[in-house]
């Protein structure tokens, strides 16, 4: 039986890939600060603050459950500054929020990768490799309203996780930067020139 980590496993995104890895036959390992979800999946304590713990929960998971064949990372931090004071990021609260979103997903990916060399393209199988490398494969999930605007308040876990899914099953690297209307499937929104800047 294949493996799925979700890391940053919460109660609308990370709950609806559990439900849906976990009847599509996955064993399911979700990964985040505090038990949010049903105990009958593995639960394992992780703080995406603290990158240097990525490669123990993998290795954690791993002998629990197998290496994993799909790995979703849902963990964000986020800080909006008001436009009168744009640098108002202390530094604790910018070092956490750049090793929540790029330094973690950093090694999760590298942790990833190691797992699938050592399943291999047929250990990995058909519905393997989510997180492209040859036989591997690499996506950044983008939710948008059909007119092409942003999803912020109202995002669909059921559609993150049937999205995710579908990735996981298709053996051919599709478009990375995958962007998708929940109940439409993947969408391709024309380019958007931004203004240039002017100093």
Do not use: C
């Amino acid at each position: 039986m294949p493996t799925a980590l979700i890391i940053g496993a919460g109660p609308n995104i990370g709950k609806a890939s559990a439900e849906t890895f976990s009847a599509a036959g996955y064993h399911v390992a979700v990964a985040s600060r505090t038990q949010k979800l049903d105990a009958k999946f593995r639960y394992y304590a992780f703080d995406a603050s603290k990158p240097e713990t990525v490669p123990t929960l993998f290795e954690k998971v791993t002998a629990d459950l197998g290496s994993p064949s799909v790995v979703i990372y849902i963990s964000a931090a986020g800080h909006v500054s008001p436009p009168e004071n744009p640098f108002d990021f202390e530094l604790d609260e910018f070092r956490n929020s750049a090793d929540v979103n790029m330094t973690s997903p950093y090694y999760a990916a590298r942790e990833a990768v190691r797992g699938f060399e050592k399943l291999g393209p047929s250990g990995l199988g058909p519905e393997g490799g989510l997180i492209s490398v040859r036989w591997k494969r690499f996506y950044y999930l983008d939710e948008k309203h059909a007119d092409g605007t942003y999803v912020t308040s109202d995002i669909s876990g059921t559609g993150h996780a049937e999205e995710f899914l579908k990735l996981a099953k298709d053996s051919k690297q599709g478009p990375w930067n995958y962007t998708f209307v929940s109940g439409k499937g993947y969408t391709q929104f024309p380019h958007v020139e931004s203004a240039p800047w002017k100093p």
